[in-house]
């Protein structure tokens, strides 16, 4: 469904990404992990058109998208919840979910059902509508982005770190949604510093270290690596999956 | 206590002037981060076309702004994507110096076109005055008031209420977030700078009556009205009525009560005072603090 083949890519100085090659097949969850500054986020802002990559090339369904705008590549049924900072603080939650729904707003009885379908699946969208997305939670917070980014129906959603900040319960809720998404169809492409909850939700894996692909595999191959287990789950027990002490060190050995 | 009343509407009748003026300063700098020095300048360009206008044809000069605005409106999108959008992406410094750039040029044609002097038009009703008990209320300003408020109330219909709007709030509050849903940067900005453009044609009308201008005045009205954007915080319209009316009370109050050549100073002294308590304005937001 979505492929990458040698993306190369960066923000003015240096190359980030060093030749990425990844792949995803419909309806499957595929989750990046890796450590800070591993280029995980810059994968996905490829892929969304946010960032125009300099050599590579990255299709969906066999159309190359590489070098579309980010709208055209929406079109395309692909939409991204980025790491943070992805809401309008000072607009109210139905109307930040609406705003997903910008490049249908023509086709008012398409928006009109697609509103109600998000509202039964993401029901904090409907208990909170009114309140401006600046004064909701963490979690809250994520399940309207997510919420947002359906309204178009997507055929790819991507995720950058849906975990990040959120307590637990909020942690289940969203990985929840995640899943009910999948089921209903919908091929999902996230990152995760939380290795053993995005390996956990995922059916397959990506490494990521200085801006390359060290390995793929199934998430099950992926999270029995005994490279991977003592890097990322932080050998057989103990300290905290993702915490700052199993990918420290990783960090400083892919400086980019 | 006359006096008192009698200032004070008469502050408020100003500042919603100032207000319809500083709005559309206000709008471009949230959705661009673009100074736009030259809105001074596009104000005393529509004051000179509607002088023009109203000494050929004797047709009320505030109601010209029917012409003036939608005029303003193209001007400010064949503006923002001939000139403004090269430097997207460059610091608001940058802006500064191309729109003031910009202002000389326009002030530079009207000074050939239009002669360097000072003009006012002066409808009918120019010296007429509503009496309410025993204040007075000159008609062009009361009219002038109303043509503000109707203008305001229509940009904050469009801002709300319609996708444009929508749109141009989605990108103020969070530009990467407004990408991602497929909000074009270059579109969006290009209408902000439209109807931030177009709110001098109406401003522009008003200025024609009530106040004496010639081409070198958009000096005199880009201070004041960034005055009254600084004080009411960058990119916030909330901030831009407030600041407009402290401006027109702090004018009419010392007026009043001190002199005439004090009004303006007073104003920045305000505004000094506001911004050693808080430097992003009465509205404004902290650069970036929010966490969404
Ligand atoms: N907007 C940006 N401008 C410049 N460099 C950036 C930007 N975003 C990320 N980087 C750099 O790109 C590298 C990879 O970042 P990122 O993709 O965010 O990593 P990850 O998501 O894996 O933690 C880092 O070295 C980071 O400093
Ligand atoms: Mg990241």
Redesign the interface.
């Known amino acids: 469904m979505l492929s990458l083949k040698g993306v190369v890519a960066g923000y003015g100085g240096g190359s980030v990404l060093q030749g990425v090659d990844l792949e995803c097949a419909p309806q499957t969850i595929t989750c990046i992990v890796g450590p800070n500054g591993a280029g995980k986020s810059t994968v996905l802002r490829v892929i969304?058109g946010?960032l125009k990559p300099s050599s590579g090339e990255i299709s969906m369904n066999g159309e190359t998208i590489g070098d579309r705008?980010?709208?055209e590549i929406?079109?395309k049924g692909i939409?991204?919840v980025?790491q943070s900072?992805?809401?309008?603080?000072?607009?109210s939650v139905r109307?930040n979910v609406?705003?997903?729904g910008?490049?249908i707003?023509k086709n008012r009885a398409l928006l009109r059902e697609r509103l109600d379908m998000v509202l039964e699946r993401v029901p904090i969208v409907a208990t909170r509508a009114g309140d401006n997305?600046?004064n909701l939670s963490g979690g809250q917070?994520r399940m309207v982005e997510i919420a947002?980014?359906l309204m178009l129906d997507p055929k790819l959603i991507l995720l950058d770190e849906p975990s990040l900040g959120l307590d637990p319960r909020s942690l289940a809720g969203v990985a929840g949604l995640i899943n009910e998404l999948n089921q209903a169809g919908t091929t999902v492409l996230l990152v995760e510093q939380n290795v053993r909850l995005g390996l956990g939700l995922a059916t397959h894996g990506v490494v990521m270290e200085g801006g390359k692909v060290r390995l793929t595999g199934t998430a099950s191959a992926v999270k029995d690596d005994p490279e991977i287990a003592s890097l990322y789950l932080g050998g057989a027990s103990g300290s905290a999956p993702g915490g700052p002490s199993s990918a420290g060190p990783k960090t400083e050995a892919a400086g980019v | 206590m006359t006096h008192l009343v009698q200032a004070i509407a008469l502050g408020l009748l100003i500042g919603g002037v100032y207000a319809l003026m500083a709005s559309g300063l206000t709008l471009i700098f949230g959705v661009m981060r673009i100074i736009n020095i030259a809105q001074g300048a596009f104000l005393i360009l529509v004051a000179m076309l509607t002088w023009w206008l109203w000494h050929e044809t004797g047709i009320d000069p505030i109601l010209l702004s029917v012409v003036t605005t939608p005029l303003m409106f193209g001007f400010g999108w064949v503006a923002y994507r001939l000139l403004l959008s090269r430097i997207r992406g460059s610091s608001a410094s940058m802006s500064v110096l191309l729109t003031f750039g910009f202002a000389l040029v326009i002030e530079g044609v009207l000074n050939i076109t239009a002669g360097n002097k000072f003009k006012s038009a002066t409808p009918s009703y120019f010296e007429e005055s509503f009496r309410v008990g025993a204040i007075s209320l000159p008609k062009a300003q009361v009219f002038g008031f109303l043509a503000a408020m109707a203008v305001l109330a229509a940009l904050y219909f469009v801002l709300t209420r319609t996708w444009t709007g929508r749109a141009i709030r989605a990108a103020t509050q969070n530009p990467s977030g407004a990408a991602l849903v497929g909000v074009g940067a270059t579109g969006t900005a290009a209408l902000a700078f439209a109807i931030g453009s177009a709110t001098t044609g109406v401003g522009g009308s008003i200025l024609s009556v009530l106040y004496p201008f010639f081409p070198a005045s958009h000096y005199d009205w880009i201070s004041r009205l960034l005055g009254i954007v600084v004080l009411g915080g960058m990119g916030s319209l909330p901030g831009a009525l407030v600041g407009a009316g402290i401006l027109g009370l702090a004018e009419t109050l010392t007026a009043t009560y001190g002199s005439l050549n004090w009004s303006t100073l007073v104003f920045y002294i305000v505004i000094m005072v506001v911004l050693l308590i808080r430097p992003q304005g009465l509205f404004g937001a902290k650069l970036r603090e929010d966490t969404v």
Request: proline share 10%.
């Open positions: 969304s946010l705008s980010p709208d929406l079109r939409t991204q980025p900072h992805a809401l309008f603080p000072a607009m109307e609406l705003m997903g910008y490049l707003r997305a600046g917070r947002r980014c």
